[in-house]
């Protein structure tokens, strides 16, 4: 067995970065992970989860990430959250990704009379400026250049789209509205302008002041709201870095101007997130399945990760059941080859969380193992600066070699993540185990398909990480003596001289492993 090291292929590894050893409990987790979705799952803290237990309960249930939502909450609140997951994560044994959500430029009604008012069809309001509305016909909004930016025959969608108003005429200070889809709306609502251009920034300073407590909190991840082009997510990728942060950016699709810079957007941005609940707002509802499809589709091609959000398991908010739509739904997302699913309210205020994140890991699962699941084509992939070519033929080389073999692992040493994220983008039949000498790369892994992030091993040395993953895996149950084990890292030097099989790229070497099973 050769003594040479292994060179993560993404970076020079730091020793004074090694992640600690895994606490108890590591095993529990690692002999139930045959129980956990490949898929990964992101829930939203609220209040129906936000104390340490709960949270616990939930990352044992099948949590990966948890979201923290900035537009219900400051970052004194979030801070708390943070604290407590990083907490539990240390005293459980394993990675716990941490995705803030910045609330982006949000229009929403000011306060409507008496808190409700119903719309009529061909019933006419009006928009006007300031804060205060003079009726019950009058309407007020958060985002003050509103009245000045709309122009005749412009929609006004509310309340999640299901009321819509056209512009009629503009007047000094006001537009005037007729409804054209009936229904009742409350203070405080979305409003949804589809194909109005704005000039609200992205980025307001109030995303820019969280975005700076992101940095300094360590959040994984930072997804931006109502990103319309690629140079937004630079501008928060800057802000991020500035601050010292390495947290990467997530691009949320949720307005018509950003399909139509799709790749762009998916190049620029670390990973996207499918905003459904906005998005089937500024784009014809029908179009969401199609959209959904080819978001996803472009998400392979530049090998970034993708999430599918909103209204998944929306029924679990009262139900202990979900709709058999939803639970299509779900499948349908990870049959598209979504890599996480995320559950909004259905975990921040529904009354049966740890129930959600259940179902949501068992069709998961189930669609996972069923004939019908197809592997994502992963033709015509672009090569872009997070992957390199080399580094996708290796992994798609390790993933089809421990298939053939009938390896029970492979274990990727990844100092960046990069090539966990490659191998995860294979969609690899055998689990795949991330390891990696820093921990804001274990944590990242959290987000990435079928990869899963195990502390403590030796990232560093190809002959200390083969014994290591000899005796782990047969310790908690993964393997057994005369297992084969495949293993993926980066090396400049191999002599090729042992049993093992070793096949050397530019950047990467692959390492096939019989396990001995040794004490």
């Known amino acids: 067995m050769s003594s040479n090291a292994i060179v993560p292929t993404d970076g020079a590894p730091s020793p004074s970065k090694q992640a600690k050893p895994a606490a108890e409990g590591e095993s529990l987790y690692y002999t139930k992970l045959a129980l956990r979705a490949r898929t990964k799952i992101v829930s939203t803290i609220g209040p129906a989860c936000c104390d340490p237990e709960r949270l616990e309960a939930l990352a044992s249930a099948g949590v990966d990430v948890f979201r923290l939502n900035m537009a219900h909450a400051g970052p004194e609140a979030q ?32 306060d409507v009379h008496e808190d409700r008012v119903f719309c009529e069809t061909d019933q006419e309001f009006f928009f006007i400026e300031g804060d205060t509305p003079g009726g019950p016909d009058e309407f007020t909004c958060t985002y003050k250049p509103l009245v000045s930016e709309l122009s005749v025959g412009d929609r006004v ?17 006001r537009v005037r509205v007729r409804t054209v889809q009936r229904g009742v709306i409350r203070s405080r609502q979305g409003i949804n302008l589809p194909g109005v251009n704005l000039s609200a920034p992205a980025i307001s300073m109030t995303d820019h002041q969280h975005a700076e407590w992101c940095a300094k909190a360590g959040v994984d991840y930072v997804s931006l709201s109502f990103v319309r082009t690629p140079d937004e997510v630079r501008v928060l990728r800057d802000i991020l870095r500035s601050n010292g942060s390495k947290a990467h950016v997530i691009a949320k699709i ?38 959904q499809k080819r978001i996803i589709d472009a998400c392979h091609r530049y090998q970034k990760p993708v999430i599918v959000a909103t209204q998944m398991l929306d029924s679990m908010h009262d139900s202990l059941q979900p709709k058999r739509s939803e639970v299509t739904d779900v499948a349908n997302a990870v049959l598209d080859g979504g890599d996480a699913c995320m559950l909004s309210g259905e975990t921040a205020i529904g009354k049966y969380p740890l129930e959600t994140v259940e179902m949501m890991n068992r069709i998961c699962r189930a669609t996972e193992s069923s ?10 992939i672009v090569e872009s600066a997070t992957i390199s070519v080399v580094t996708s033929a290796v992994v798609k080389s390790a993933g089809s070699l421990a298939r053939d073999l009938g390896a029970k692992l492979l274990v990727v040493a990844s100092h960046s993540g990069r090539t966990a994220l490659g191998l995860s983008q294979q969609r690899s039949s055998v689990p795949v185990i991330g390891v990696s000498s820093s921990e804001e790369t274990l944590r990242r892994m959290c987000l990435y398909w079928g990869v899963t992030p195990l502390r403590g091993a030796p990232a560093c040395d190809l002959q200390e990480l083969i014994r290591y993953a000899d005796r782990w895996s047969c310790r908690v149950g993964l393997c057994h003596k005369g297992d084969r084990i495949v293993i993926v890292g980066g090396s400049h030097l191999t002599d090729g001289s042992q049993a093992n099989v070793a096949i050397s790229g530019e950047h990467d070497i692959i390492t096939v492993h019989e396990i001995e099973g040794l004490e």
């Open 157 to 173: 969608m509310l309340a999640d789209g299901t009321v819509a108003l056209i512009v009629e005429e503009k007047l000094e200070d």
């Open 371 to 380: 004939d019908v699941h197809r592997i994502p084509k992963l033709r015509n």
């Open 79 to 110: 801070q708390e959250h943070v604290d407590n997951l990083r907490a539990i994560s240390n005293r459980i044994g394993f990675p716990i990704g941490i995705l803030a959500d910045l609330a982006g430029p949000k229009i929403r009604l000011g």
């Open 254 to 291: 949720e307005k018509g101007e950003a399909l139509v810079r799709l790749d762009e957007i998916v190049k620029n941005a670390d990973g996207i997130m499918v905003a459904r609940g906005d998005l089937g707002v500024e784009i014809d509802v029908a179009q969401m399945p199609i959209e």
